[in-house]
């Protein structure tokens, strides 16, 4: 059984460009949750989807940064007009069970550099 | 509003030894503590959890961790490290019910032989 997929693992970007950061949920899982950890900075939740569906943006910045979880395909956090600030890494979680912390699987992570 | 400190940002440990990282957290209720582990390359994978009752709890790859209430920490240890227990470690606190966890810095391990 695979892991929770993620990719590009490493992706550049220039100033005003857009990010387009994808997750493949475990095989069986329906919620996804995308967290982000900035430099020298533990990981910070930004939102919460089950399948065609936010559940929870409240992490999320409110301008350039959206996300879906379609019902065919991965995840997609989407970063519009990037910035020097983006610069982090986003890690994505999957679970079969919603709100429950301890049943979350994380990907490796997509480091994200804007230039 | 739940943090979690890692005053520790790197340790250098030798092959055999043990090891101690730590954790303190700020949380108003009860908490729900969590440590994982980051290999290169790899997803965080969860080492272990506490949410009640014995405050020593046991995880994978021979870590264990306590719960100490009254200094809101939740330190992990291992007695004898291996080389393959070089990795960053993250301590994580959430509430019961809720799927949103908030993190420390991490603490990166490096083993000497």
């Known amino acids: 059984n695979a892991g929770v997929m993620q990719n590009p693992r490493h992706l550049v970007r220039r100033r005003g460009q857009e990010a387009r950061l994808r997750c493949s949920p475990m095989?069986?899982?329906?919620?996804v949750y995308w967290y982000r950890q900035l430099p020298e900075e533990g990981l910070k939740f930004m939102v919460y989807?089950?399948?065609?569906?936010?559940?929870?943006e409240s992490g999320m910045p409110k301008e350039r940064f959206s996300a879906e979880f379609p019902k065919e395909g991965p995840s997609i956090l989407r970063i519009q007009q990037v910035v020097r600030g983006d610069s982090a890494a986003y890690f994505c979680?999957?679970?079969?069970?919603?709100?429950?912390?301890?049943?979350?699987?994380f990907g490796p992570g997509t480091r994200l550099t804007v230039l | 509003a739940q943090s979690v400190t890692q005053p520790d940002i790197h340790i250098t440990v030798s092959e055999g030894a043990s090891l101690e990282l730590r954790c303190n957290y700020s949380?108003?209720?009860?908490?729900?503590l969590f440590w994982y582990v980051q290999s290169p390359g790899q997803g965080l994978q969860l080492l272990l959890k506490?949410?009640?009752?014995?405050?020593l709890v046991q995880g994978i790859k021979g870590f264990e961790a306590e719960f100490k209430r009254s200094q809101s920490s939740f330190n992990l240890r291992k007695p004898s490290v291996h080389w393959s227990d070089a990795a960053e470690y993250f301590c994580?606190?959430?509430?019961?019910?809720?799927?949103?966890?908030?993190f420390g810095a991490g603490t990166t391990v490096t083993v000497r032989a």
């Open positions: 979680a999957s679970s079969p069970i919603a709100g429950v912390a301890d049943t979350q699987y």
């Open positions: 506490y949410f009640s009752g014995d405050t």
């Open positions: 949380y108003g209720a009860t908490p729900y």
């Open positions: 994580a606190v959430g509430a019961q019910g809720d799927y949103k966890l908030s």
């Open positions: 989807l089950q399948k065609e569906n936010i559940i929870d």
């Open positions: 095989k069986g899982h329906s919620h």
